[in-house]
């Protein structure tokens, strides 16, 4: 029964036509939830969506986060909001630190503010790992952050403290994911802000050396996608009132290092073409605002939340591989 309530719902999720946002649409469609997804296709993708642009309980709005009244339209008939949009990337918020802020803080606040008036029961929003800035524990626990190391690393902190507040001052329900390094299908490999895995997996497949920035023995836990929509769905569907106003981390709970990521790579690709084995690894400069190493504690999602992610590096690259080589050839 409980189940059944849920499916009539309807949720919003912003950012859906990007790599996480799109996945996030194609799981609740196929759960048979209504979704409508909001995008300014800045960083996400029309062909994302094709595959259900057709669907009756689809559908898609062309806004911006930072417009309150593309927001205000978005969550009418909300129940639920699953915020994705974001201006993503460190390089790119140390090179324009004012966009950022514009799209992750006022974008952010613009959605909130159109929730609590919309009277959306629950604000479930990507929180990220940058959070935990300069502080050296490993694991990271959910309680224990150090500095920002970059104007995006602040901009997601500054979203943590207003769903915080908007929680206290205005009793909505709201729950920060913190998504340590996400990769998986329909990843972009292109554009100068590409992340690591879709990038290199491209360029081994055009026999071109991946580039390391650095020594390669930075680590991170590195998450499939599937296991960021199981946190979205369980934050979703949480009954238990310690879950709700809180941040979980969204992770494997592991840590590999840049090194292993690529003789992965290597691996799986090289059973597609057997010259990837031999393609050599270079090395550049460490970037800024680099985090050198990055482990989860999932403790706290698998006690509050029931988390119980099923996919490893290994298993998702393998997964992810297989995409790519079937997609982006």
């Not at 590195?222 to 946190?231: A, C, E, K, L, P």
């Not at 090395?283 to 999932?298: F, K, N």
Request: charged share 20%; proline share 4%.
């Amino acid at each position: 029964m409980k189940e059944q309530v849920f499916v009539n719902s309807t949720v919003l999720i912003t950012g859906g036509a990007g790599f996480i946002g799109s996945n996030l649409c194609e799981y609740f469609l196929s759960k048979g939830y209504k979704v409508v997804c909001l995008d300014n296709f800045a960083t996400g993708h029309k062909h994302n969506l094709k595959a259900f642009e057709e669907n009756v309980n689809f559908r898609l709005i062309e806004g911006d986060i930072r417009n309150e009244k593309d927001c205000q339209k978005a969550v009418q008939g909300v129940d639920y909001v699953l915020h994705q949009a974001a201006l993503g990337s460190v390089p790119r918020s140390i090179q324009d630190p004012v966009t950022t802020n514009d799209v992750n803080v006022s974008g952010f606040i613009n959605m909130l503010v159109a929730s609590r008036d919309a009277k959306v029961k629950r604000f479930i929003y990507a929180a990220s790992s940058s959070t935990y800035g300069d502080s050296q524990g490993l694991p990271k626990v959910e309680d224990v952050i150090g500095k920002p190391l970059s104007p995006y690393a602040i901009t997601k902190y500054v979203n943590e403290l207003y769903a915080e507040i908007f929680s206290s001052t205005y009793g909505m329900e709201t729950i920060g994911l913190r998504y340590f390094n996400v990769f998986g299908r329909k990843q972009d490999p292109n554009g100068a802000y590409a992340a690591v895995i879709p990038k290199f997996v491209m360029q081994l497949m055009q026999l071109e050396s991946p580039v390391i920035n650095g020594d390669g023995n930075y680590s991170r836990d590195f998450t499939y996608i599937d296991n960021v929509i199981q946190m979205n769905e369980l934050a979703m569907v949480t009954d238990n009132p310690l879950a709700i106003n809180t941040v979980f981390n969204t992770a494997y709970g592991d840590r590999n290092t840049l090194n292993d990521l690529v003789n992965y790579l290597k691996e799986y690709l090289s059973k597609y073409d057997s010259r990837i084995a031999n393609v050599a690894i270079e090395y550049g400069p460490s970037r800024a605002g680099d985090i050198p190493h990055s482990l989860a504690s999932i403790d706290k999602a698998k006690a509050l939340l029931g988390y119980n992610p099923q996919f490893s590096l290994q298993k998702g690259l393998q997964e992810a591989v297989a995409w790519y080589w079937d997609n982006l050839r």
